[in-house]
């Protein structure tokens, strides 16, 4: 009897010690490597999910984000091994926070359900709802949101292999210029602080959509565009860190990482949860071009195959969702907004930065590029020297 007794502590010991060990694997495992994919589809001409997940297998991505938890997609991801964060659009934000039952209700049929084929790591509550003003009657929901929607994955038991997030922008942040001196706003702190309380027990990151496009955009008068490019260029120089920075996206993260430090959260880790380029804009848009899409997203790819970090936080290994996977062509808003997609919706590329399509396409290739037809001679030498590192993350 003691040598079953025995034998069955040691088998729940063990289980106990596999379940830990299992749990901090899958903490890091939320975002494997460092690329990802955010697959937007407000459009009318996308392919069904199923090929698009064919597509990400061949292009050898395996993050991917959505926006909602539409069962189309999480039926046609299913068996495929990508990892994927559904999100919680918006307008629920309010009802979740505010019914437990209702929270519980839709881990069970939108997360749950599809476990373990389709591989769901992670729940995006809402997206860019703080500092928003279109979204300041959700500020208050957000946390209560946060709270029912993980207290629903323990008790479901998948707390440990989903991960809860909310995604922010820049509009959350004050006096981002130099890196060093940004903070939160003054309005957003007594919402945030609680929040990132939150994140910090539970081992979430904070998440930040950055765009170089659009702050290039919006003063294209004060910032270089190589800055925003990651070409060749002078850079800025912050004079309170000592640090300099070569582009724009790593200055955007270090100011992330410089208000969470005011605010007293050094450790938490920034993830890029959107960035891209717009290939086609408006009349007040002009550097909406291909040429400068492409030069963004492949030099972008080639950052993120170095697996390093940024000046301010070297050791932290920068992580990015690439907005997106597809033009989207109902989208409303600026031309800008429907054309950021590295594939056009028959799944053949946008522009060539090393990734195969499904489909032939008239895009630019890189033998092309490399071969001077098309691009000038700083993005031939760009091509040329570069495309060592265009490596699967």
Known sequence: MRILQFCVRFISLLLAFNLFTGNAKLTVRAFTGTYGINYGRIADNLPPP????????AAKIKNVRIYDADHSVLQGFSGTGLELIIGLPNDHVKEMSTNVDHALTWVKDNVKAFLPDTRIVGIAVGNEILGNGANSDLWGSLLGAVKNLHNATQKLGIDDIV?????????????SFPPSNCTFKEGVSQYMKPLLDFFSQIKSPFCLNAYPFLAYTYA?????VNYALFQPNEGIYDQKTNLHYDNLLDAQIDAAYAA??????KKMEVIITETGWASQGDQNEPAATQNNARTYNYNLRKRLAKKKGTPLRPKSVLKAYIFALFNEDQKPGATSEKNYGLYKPDMSISYDIGFPGLKSSSAVSLKEIQGGRRFGSKTLVLAVSSVVFLLIL
């Open 50 to 57: 199923d090929e698009v997940a064919k597509l990400l297998r």
């Open 163 to 175: 991960q809860i997030s909310t995604a922010h922008f820049s509009g959350v942040f004050d006096n």
């Open 220 to 224: 294209s008068d004060k910032i270089d």
């Open 260 to 265: 969470l430090e005011d605010a007293g959260y």
